[in-house]
């Protein structure tokens, strides 16, 4: 990507400013990141990329109901180059106009956005419109352009359609039941059961199905939804959670969660876990499950525990005789002690993943599990704000050619320059399966500026 890309992008988000003034609430987020990261094997390995992040939000324009949101960033690489084949590369993540008729509670945008609600997971380029109905029922709806994103390895594609459009219809119950129904239908997705071929198949990708949240009593709330794909004939997901509040209030949490996913039927136009030229790529009954169990008990202000369960199983068969299949365990506790108001925090946590199966495991090796260490500590006052973070991941690996562990330290520090400028600096060093011995760092500075109306500072 060009420099003038770079460079245009931050010309598009500074555009917002002049309209600043007529906006009665103003909200600015900026953070200006210089990193810089050496293999200390390997001297001319110094990276240096500058990033650019920014955030406008101005309320209340016009009549009061209109609004508008940007957020993107851009990078330059100072030396080597840091990430993909572009010195400098940058984003539009966000850039809608908003407008809110609350008689009826509805709400027009306009721009790029993000969709989430029922099937949809969308980011596009178009309109989205969301209203309450009589009788306790809602509707949404929305239609684009599809962004794109990086193309896959060894294809001219990234996966995604040209077009994409659906909505959701939703029936409440007071505060006590919301279900919906919702379907997506994307134009022209590439048909990657041919990759590599760089010439895909297109076809029109559709997924429909529903969604449920259901609180009777304030001790238990449960939520998920169900994705079907008419193409593939087949359910794609399920994904259902119960969380449970034994004394009504969130001094200890106990939920319970259950997700089936089959890729092929889930997005049908994607490879799935498989590297290029895999056998696995084309099959249609790669399936995942994850079952969960988390617990959250908070002991008093001061001190919270909690710990958590998961279990996955996979199952893989390919075009050929190839299949793989197995599960693995995750599981583990943390210990978090917070004390003057918040603003001196430590945390202990340990976690195990038990892999034994090849399905989970690198190429050449039987095993892929690993005990997870993670100790810190962070303070924030008025004036200064400092942290150390030491994370540690310990390898059991029989044949992988590669350094067993992976260990980490992070320390940060940073002064509060004003209400609304703070300057910091990192610093970690660590070595893993890549690198012996790296070295990185960065400095941050972050401005963070709301007002409210008449331009008072809130």
Known sequence: MKLRKFLG??????GVLPFTAAAAEVSVDSTTILRAGVNTDNRSSLVMPGTQYLGVDLDKLGDGNLSAHIYGWGRYDLNNL????????????YGYLQYRIPTANTDFRLGRMFISGGVANEQIDGLSIRSDLPLGFDISAFGGATVHNMHLGGSN?????????????????????NIGISGVYETNAPNLTNYPNPNHDLYNHRLMGWDVWFQPVKYLEMVGHSTYNPDADQFAEHLYRANVRPFGDNKLVIAGQYSWQKDWANIGNWIGFASPGSAYIGANDHKTQIITAEATYVINDNVTISADYKHFQRDSVGRTAISQSGYANRYGADLTLNYFDNTFKNGISYHYLDANSAAFAPIGSNKAS????????????????ASLDLIGYFFKIDSWTYQDNSVEAIGSLGYHLNKNWALSGDISVGSDSTYKNEVRGLVKLTFNMNTADKGVKK
């Not at 997870?372 to 008025?382: A, G, N």
């Open 370 to 385: 690993y005990h997870e260490i993670r100790v810190y500590t962070m303070r924030d006052t008025s004036t200064y704000f």
């Open 82 to 93: 840091s990430f993909n084949n572009h010195r400098a590369d940058g984003n539009l993540t």
């Open 157 to 177: 594609r990234d996966g995604k359609g040209n077009y994409s459009a659906g909505g959701r219809l939703g029936y409440s119950v007071g505060g006590i039941f």
């Open 9 to 14: 992008i931050q010309l598009l988000l500074l």
